[in-house]
């Protein structure tokens, strides 16, 4: 699923088979020329990445560790090599990417804080461990790296700029959690195929009204809380069902619903780790997000 963090406009496939891959179904990629495409590294493919390089859309991504990567004299690089050769904690080359298709791209990566690097690792190995595999010394290594590439030129994203907006493809995420944490979605009351069915369609359902909700009131509002929004709908969704039958009761309780989330549902400020609101307003002018 595709989500357009500035409307908040949901777009994906149809629904499949609920133990399917996540992966297997391919993301919308009807983007408007000049738009940032920001995609887990399951989706990472180079055709797609050359299809929107044409289409002049731009795109960053985490570095798929098996990608070939070239520098500007067609010389293959060793990442790790061409990471520690430098003097610095950061990052920012011209490269290109993969084998035949020579994709040209920048990389940019930063070191990140030891304690973090030694979370990575017990990370990697714990998942290696479960799978029966074992990591590799170049994989724990490179645990150490925040590494992504882009298509972005760099007089229009600067290295700090792509950390912090690298941090808002969490957000589609944080989406599927709300929908599972507070509209239960993954869960069912009945073990009969059918009525499992019909509850999976009604929360959807749900989920949907529920997110609509929050376009039309919070969602301009960079600093809201969904999960806090989530709350308040739910108390109100009594009120907001038995007016489905009269548009003009209906109208009032979703101006209702408005009013709370406009007013409140707010997200508390942090200072030693910043919610990725505060790190965006702190790149564009004056603080304010558009």
């Not at 949901?10 to 499949?16: M, V």
């Not at 509209?183 to 529920?210: N, T």
């Not at 039958?245 to 997200?267: N, P, S």
Request: charged share 25%; glycine share 4%; hydrophobic share 45%.
């Amino acid at each position: 699923m595709r989500l357009e963090l500035r409307s908040g406009q949901l777009a994906g496939p149809q629904l499949q088979h609920g133990r399917a891959s996540d992966h297997a179904p391919a993301l919308p990629s009807d983007l408007p020329a000049g738009a940032l495409r920001l995609a887990d590294l399951g989706y990472w493919s180079l055709e797609e990445l050359q299809t929107f390089d044409h289409q002049e859309v731009f795109w960053l991504s985490r570095l798929q560790a098996a990608t070939a990567v070239y520098d500007m004299d067609g010389q293959r690089c060793d990442i790790l090599s061409l990471l520690e050769a430098h003097a610095n904690d950061r990052v920012d080359l011209p490269i290109l990417l993969g084998a035949t298709h020579r994709l040209s791209a920048r990389l940019l990566a930063v070191r990140v804080p030891q304690e973090v690097a030694d979370q990575r690792r017990r990370r990697l190995r714990e998942d290696a461990h479960r799978k029966g595999k074992v990591v590799t010394a170049t994989r724990l290594a490179l645990a150490a790296w925040t590494i992504l590439v882009t298509n972005v030129p760099p007089d229009r994203l600067e290295l700090p700029e792509a950390l912090v907006l690298a941090r808002t493809r969490w957000q589609i995420e944080l989406l599927f959690k709300l929908w599972k944490s507070h509209g239960r979605v993954d869960e069912a009351r009945s073990a009969k195929p059918w009525r499992v069915l019909c509850e999976v369609y009604a929360k959807l359902l749900a989920m949907v009204v529920q997110h609509w909700l929050f376009l039309v009131s919070c969602w301009a509002y960079p600093d809201r809380s969904l999960a806090k929004a989530a709350q308040t709908v739910r108390k109100h969704a009594l009120h907001l069902a038995s007016a489905f039958g009269d548009d003009a009761h209906l109208q009032v309780a979703i101006e209702a619903i408005q009013r709370c989330l406009k007013a409140g549902c707010r997200l508390n400020r942090r200072k030693k780790a910043p919610n990725t609101y505060q790190l965006l307003r702190e790149l564009t002018p004056e603080g304010v997000l558009a």
